[in-house]
């Protein structure tokens, strides 16, 4: 711990300088963002955009492992370990290689999709431990029994899956732990967070099978899990930024199957695969491509670098990148990257879903996430949207001290309690949240996005340099 704090400390020595103008320039109400920001949050923002944003990028390897230290766990939470066996059978990726052919643009290359090897998925079930103290740690008992010990304490049936982000190339549920502790708090009931394959060494569709196999093994149980089946209903799909993209990918991948009419074979049974309760994310991350123009727009209320994942100059590299064979983005294979269950923007529908919430700030995503929210109206899904003033990506998560975050924390639980409780009761709505007085303004429908989907299409097939297809003439006349 001593050595991070170093490491930490030799890191802000040469910010000093942006820190203090930061300090100034709001206290002085100098800047455009004091307006809208407390001091800290001003501050950490302007050091983190600074961080991101530097021009000589570090080896993919040495960052993705610095994302992946456990912090250990201790105070009001409970964590039991958990490992999904794999089933005998090869049928749950047979039927995730199905779905994604199926998708597949009729045009596209014919390049082979490398199908991922089918490995035991391991996940942290996640609960509030009241009766502890902040500096408590977790008793030396099995991690059956601390499952059981977390489930004492559920006092709801909601179930969240959740898919953490960090582009899907970092992080790790122990990065978010403290998060999944707030939902289980605020919901009464108990989170599943997926530790599934990371990129660049296991590229999509890898994550959606992990994703997929978490999902069958919370409701068709294997044998020695933990857990009793979980009814389909008690279920919500969550995550944040990749994570939010996981979440759609695996609703998508269930809406297929369904349009399919497949089964799975799952430790000898026939089982059939059905929707959630519904789909939680926060600042969903859509467009792998980056091709939406708030990339631009909103950077100066975001600190995410700038979008240049298919920039030509590369990271340094190490162990894990470049890849073997070659490929422009880290997650996914060149042919793959504007596939609808890679790029979420480019779904032709979404019909059938759920009740989905979303949450987005004045981020370099909100063009995405605001498209997709009107994408959902149209469709006729369910759908929450809040929209909060001047907030940056995944706010609630970084900024836990200011009023907003609460409040995105709230309504992000309430929804997932009562998609579970009563999903009859969702009505579409579209808010925005206004810093610091919180104030609730409704969003007209119609005023969501000035992207049609054609537009949304050009935007990610011009980003690569191709001409995108002719739209099915019944989304043209949109």
């Known amino acids: 711990m001593e050595a991070n704090n170093l490491r930490l400390a030799l890191q802000l020595i040469p910010k000093l300088p942006l820190m203090l103008r930061v300090v100034l320039a709001n206290l002085l109400g100098l800047s455009e963002s004091s307006q809208y920001l407390d001091v800290r949050s001003d501050v950490l923002l302007s050091v983190m955009r600074s961080i991101l944003t530097r021009s000589t990028p570090r080896p993919i390897g040495k960052v993705q492992a610095m994302t992946l230290k456990d912090p250990g766990i201790k105070g009001r939470i409970w964590i039991s370990k958990v490992v999904a066996d794999v089933p005998p059978e090869n049928d749950v990726r047979d039927a995730l290689m199905g779905a994604v052919e199926a998708m597949k643009e009729p045009r596209s290359s014919g390049e082979a999709l490398r199908e991922p090897a089918i490995e035991p998925v391991e996940a942290e079930w996640t609960g509030y431990r009241a009766g502890a103290g902040p500096d408590d740690p977790l008793p030396m008992i099995s991690e059956t029994e601390k499952y059981h010990e977390m489930m004492k304490e559920c006092k709801r049936k909601s179930t969240v899956l959740y898919f ?36 660049p060494q296991n590229p999509f569709p890898a994550a959606v099978l992990d994703a997929l196999i978490s999902y069958l093994t919370l409701l ?117 990257m504007l596939h609808p269950l890679v790029s979420l923007q480019l779904n032709a529908t979404w019909k059938e879903s759920p009740p989905i919430y979303m949450c987005t700030g004045w981020e370099c995503l909100a063009d995405e996430d605001r498209y997709l ?32 975050a609460r409040r995105c924390m709230e309504g992000w ?66």
């Open 220 to 336: 068709y149980p294997p044998p020695g899990a933990v857990h009793e089946p979980v009814s389909p209903s008690d279920i919500v799909f969550a995550g944040d930024s990749a994570g939010g993209n996981l979440s759609l990918a695996l609703l998508q991948t269930v809406l297929e199957l369904r349009r399919q009419n497949r089964q799975i074979t799952w430790f000898g049974e026939l089982r059939s695969v059905p929707l959630p309760g519904g789909v939680a994310v926060n600042s969903p991350w859509l467009c792998i491509v980056q091709s939406m123009p708030s990339w631009d727009r909103n950077s100066q209320w975001d600190y995410l670098p700038p979008a240049r994942m298919l920039e030509s100059k590369q990271p340094p590299p190490d162990h894990a990148w470049p890849a073997t064979p070659p490929r422009k983005h880290l997650y996914v294979d060149d042919a793959y």
């Open 373 to 404: 929210a009107a994408k959902l109206k149209r469709d006729g899904v369910q759908v929450v949207m809040e929209e909060y003033e001047a907030m940056p990506h995944v706010f609630a998560m970084l900024l836990g001290h200011i009023k907003e």
């Open 164 to 199: 953490h982000g960090g582009a899907y190339y970092l992080c790790d549920p122990a990065t978010h732990r403290q998060s999944n502790k707030k939902l289980a708090k605020l919901t009464g009931g108990r989170v599943y967070s997926v530790r599934y394959r990371l990129a």
């Open 413 to 478: 639980s309430q929804f997932i309690v009562k998609t579970t409780e009563e999903p009859e009761k969702i009505e579409s709505s579209f808010t925005t949240i206004k810093a610091r007085t919180l104030a609730e303004v409704a969003i007209e429908v119609d005023k969501l996005t000035p992207y049609s989907d054609a537009d949304v299409q050009k935007l990610a097939y011009d980003c690569l340099g191709k001409e995108a297809p002719p739209l099915p003439e019944a989304l043209a006349k949109l």
